[in-house]
């Protein structure tokens, strides 16, 4: 199964764009890139996931690179709320081996 | 409000009582599963339920008894731990366990700490 490397932790400016890296060089052609994020004390929450094409919603955007070995999760306007860690995962199905890795803390700076 | 609710949200128990996590989803999922968030290490998947069968038992030790008497609700019995299973547990659901396009959506867990 495909694993991912994120950047440990990351700072961004309030109200500015949050672009978060993650590294998926053996994901195979069935599995999803799915990103959730951890405010502290709080369950996973899911953003968005997708596969090949670049996907957006009211939370953020996925840009999915052509060859599909990296991504960026885009949060367009960051606020103090995005403050958390953040978790790039692939997915062949909901559960199947799901491994979330340590992700990248992302720090909203005021 | 996620969807998932999890009590107690706090818990506090000796290696020698018996107490059980309760799991709901109001979202109409019908695959519900535990995790296990130990301080420092990712997240561990520990029970899969689809449509209230067990479908995965990721070698678990048996102090821990999963219980799904319907799509919306969820246990997790314990008896006996011991203090390295202090973690914070965390319930999820999902539309179905086999799609690819079926997020998670979790609970905000139970904080555990076994003295």
């Known amino acids: 199964d495909a694993k991912t490397t994120q950047p440990t932790s990351m700072d961004c400016a309030e109200g500015r764009a949050a672009n978060l890296p993650c590294n998926h060089s053996?994901?195979?052609?069935?599995?999803?890139v799915y990103w959730y994020r951890q405010i502290h004390s709080q369950g996973p929450q899911y953003i968005i996931h997708?596969?090949?094409n670049n996907e957006t919603n009211e939370m953020a955007s996925l840009i999915i690179t052509e060859d599909r070995k990296s991504s960026t999760l885009i949060l367009p306007h960051a606020t103090l709320r995005d403050t958390a860690v953040y978790y790039c995962?692939?997915?062949?199905?909901?559960?199947?081996?799901?491994?979330f890795g340590p992700g990248t803390s992302l720090s909203v700076i005021p | 409000e996620t969807g998932v609710t999890q009590t107690p949200r706090h818990l506090v128990m000796g290696m020698t009582n018996k107490k059980s996590l309760k799991c709901e989803q109001h979202?109409?999922?019908?695959?519900m599963y535990w995790y296990k968030q130990s301080a420092k290490k990712p997240l561990e998947l520990m029970f899969v339920?689809?449509?209230?069968?067990?479908?995965e038992n990721n070698s678990v030790p048996s102090r821990f008894s999963p219980e799904c008497p319907n799509s919306s609700h969820l246990f997790l019995h314990l008896h006996t731990l011991q203090p390295e299973d202090s973690a914070l547990y965390l319930c999820a659901s999902s539309q179905t366990v086999n799609s690819y396009n079926s997020p998670l959506h979790f609970g905000n867990g139970t904080r555990l700490t076994v003295t």
């Open positions: 339920y689809s449509l209230e069968e067990r479908v």
């Open positions: 997708g596969l090949k």
């Open positions: 995962i692939v997915m062949k199905t909901s559960y199947d081996k799901v491994i």
């Open positions: 979202l109409g999922h019908n695959a």
């Open positions: 053996t994901i195979s052609g069935n599995e999803y």
